[in-house]
């Protein structure tokens, strides 16, 4: 075990290499339809997250497992030219993960990924340096088992854990009871806990768990968070969309930068709704990646989608 450098954010969990393929229309069972051109984008939950926090100014560190191929060298270089301290487990023999993702023509995404087994990262593979040794951790939910080992130590050591969850994983429960900041998918809540009520769903989680906030992203109806006390509502921004990959990984990035800016609620889930719409501008998982200045600058001047789209409803809390 070695002495790990202090960094704002380290992240734990998933990379991809992403094909993505504009199409003028979604094919339709059984038909032939052409596209123009493709890219081999590099991506994944959790890196992508980390990456914009590094683009952004933040010091970062990612561990995650790659294969032996040539989507590997393409992960090394990203992370070597955007200067992101990666500990990059590789397998002999394996193909890294590889998503195929279909854009329509109003930017909705349709992913196909292939993830092979041996990719899966273990709680021994770890270094407690790794990842005591920073301000904040991040952790998707895919190998669940590492993520639960990491935000255990994290929490151990007074270290704030937030986590971007989109599925019922196996163990999902044991690694919700070390998260503090769980911001997962519109249905997530209401699967988890088998509320049918989104709001209801949302305090359940956060008093089963013990967290300091739980919040559903909602694409265009923006955010829905709830933080013990009441609900905060952000609304989403209005921009020409190209591709909506990697919207929710930079939300989250853009959450955790607010959160170690220590600005308030409000502010930080604004600046998370603004870079991940400026995200879905461009495309791939990290395409429209934008600099602070413009997200702000987004934030100030850009129209939002009607806000009584998702209204909470009051909520009156006994003590």
């Known amino acids: 075990m070695t002495k790990s450098s202090k960094v704002d954010l380290v992240g734990v969990g998933l990379n991809a290499t992403d094909t993505v393929i504009p199409l003028a229309r979604f094919p339709s069972r059984g038909s032939k339809v052409e596209f123009g051109a493709s890219s081999v984008l590099p991506g994944g939950q959790t890196a992508s997250t980390v990456v914009a926090c590094q683009q952004w100014g933040l010091s970062t560190r990612y561990v995650g497992k790659i294969g032996d191929d040539a989507a590997a060298d393409l992960h ?3 992370f070597l030219r955007l200067g992101v301290e990666a500990h990059l487990l590789s397998v002999p023999s394996c193909h890294s993960q590889q998503s195929f993702i279909l854009v329509d023509s109003e930017g909705e995404r349709t992913v196909l990924h292939r993830h092979d087994d041996a990719l899966a990262l273990y709680a021994h593979e770890l270094d407690r340096e790794w990842i005591i040794n920073a301000r904040a951790l991040h952790v998707d939910g895919w190998d669940t088992a590492a993520a639960t080992q990491a935000a255990s130590w994290a929490r151990e050591a ?17 690694l919700l009871q070390n998260i503090d900041y769980v911001i997962v998918s519109r249905d997530f809540p209401t699967r988890l806990t088998g509320e049918a009520d989104l709001e209801t769903a949302l ?3 956060q008093t089963r768990y013990g967290s300091t906030l739980t919040a559903a992203t909602l694409g265009h109806d923006g955010v829905l968070a709830w933080d ?5 509502h952000a609304a989403a921004y209005r921009v020409p969309v190209a591709d909506t990959t990697g919207a929710g990984d930079i939300f989250h990035a853009g959450f955790i930068y607010g959160l170690l800016q220590e600005w308030p609620l409000e502010r930080q889930l604004d600046f998370a709704c603004a870079a991940a719409a400026l995200n879905c501008t461009a495309v791939g998982a990290r395409g429209g990646i934008n600099t602070v200045e413009n997200i702000e600058k987004l934030v100030k001047t850009a129209s939002r989608y009607p806000a009584e789209l998702y209204v909470p409803a009051p909520v009156s809390i006994t003590r």
């Open 203 to 205: 305090r359940v989680m």
């Open 158 to 174: 007074g270290i704030p854990v937030i986590a971007d969850l989109d599925e019922l994983y196996p163990g999902v429960e044991q």
């Open 76 to 78: 090394r270089n990203e």
């Open 228 to 232: 013990g006390k009441r609900f905060h």
